[in-house]
């Protein structure tokens, strides 16, 4: 998907140049084994040849715009060694995002390195909402993310994280929950990007780097909301047609330095987390 051969083509092909002011005009045209605009000037040809070079160029730069409509490999995308992402590692790849949904979570993603990769991203966000600081809905999102012969175990342990009186007051939560009267609870995770650590037939290791929002918007809020920096690493298994969570670990950053600007006010954090959506990701 690159369009980096896109400019290479037709940038001085037709371009005439005046000789000595004398009226004639010469056409610099490719040449085999010169590069792109080879060696020397060519002399003036015929209108019949002129018509033939002006046709070529004209079916190289459609074939090249109907290449870059999408449908493309996904090779340069995949990273199935965990070696250093090249530069178009995070670029878009062309690959429609997937139709299906799970409670609300994308779902049905490819079995390729691209897949893995998306799959951790959605998941990333899904264990990072504040869905999961409800009973009903946590367990929608651990029962949709995780394989089967793990959920049950989670369930358990993230109910016991969730659900303790001591934690959701901690952070200015209703037991059940919910935020006080007046007040917007944020948690949301925002993906920067994703790399494959290791791959096998029906397992990945996928590290997604991202941004999180967490915090209480709202006047007098003693929790105001505030930005983070983590990697998780997703351990993924093939099961059933999509990937899978057995496993995740998390670590603080990298954290980029922070600009001098001002926070906003606890209303206008407050309407744009009503205002503005989440995103779910594909690759």
């Known amino acids: 998907m690159s369009t980096g051969d896109e400019n290479d083509y037709g940038s001085d092909a037709g371009r005439s140049d005046s000789i000595g002011g004398s009226g004639q005009t010469r056409t610099r045209l490719p040449e085999g084994d010169g590069g792109p605009y080879g060696g020397a000037r060519r002399p003036v040809r015929t ?9 070529v160029v004209v079916l190289l730069i459609a074939a090249i715009a109907f290449a870059n409509r ?6 340069a995308a995949d990273s199935t060694d965990g070696k250093k992402p090249g530069p178009n ?9 997937v139709a299906g949904s799970n409670e609300g979570i994308a779902s049905g993603f490819a079995h390729t ?8 991203a959605n998941y990333a966000v899904a264990l990072g909402s504040d869905g999961m600081f409800k009973k009903d809905s946590r367990h929608r999102i651990v029962n949709a993310v995780y394989a089967p012969d793990v959920a049950s175990a989670q369930l358990s ?9 001591k934690f959701l007051t901690s952070i ?4 059940d929950g919910s935020a006080p009267t007046g007040m917007t609870f944020v948690s949301r995770t925002n993906p920067a990007g994703a790399k494959t650590v290791k791959t096998a037939a029906d397992t990945a290791s996928v590290s997604v780097w991202y941004s999180a929002l967490f915090g209480l918007a709202g006047a007098g809020s003693t929790n105001p909301v505030s930005e983070s920096w983590y990697t998780n690493t997703f351990e993924l298994k093939w099961i059933n047609g999509d990937w899978r969570v057995t496993d995740f670990s998390q670590k603080d ?5 922070g600009r001098d600007q001002t926070a906003s006010s606890a209303k206008d954090m407050t309407d744009a987390v009503k205002q503005f959506g989440g995103f779910t990701y594909a690759r």
């Open 253 to 257: 950053g990298p954290v980029p330095v």
């Open 157 to 165: 342990a993230l109910d016991k994280v969730y659900s303790g009186r």
């Open 70 to 75: 999408g449908g493309g490999s996904d090779t």
């Open 89 to 97: 590692a995070t670029a878009a790849s062309g690959v429609k995002p």
């Open 113 to 120: 390195d691209q897949g893995a990769q998306s799959a951790a």
């Open 172 to 175: 200015g939560l209703k037991a």
């Open 47 to 55: 209108s019949r040849s002129l018509v033939t070079v002006v046709g």
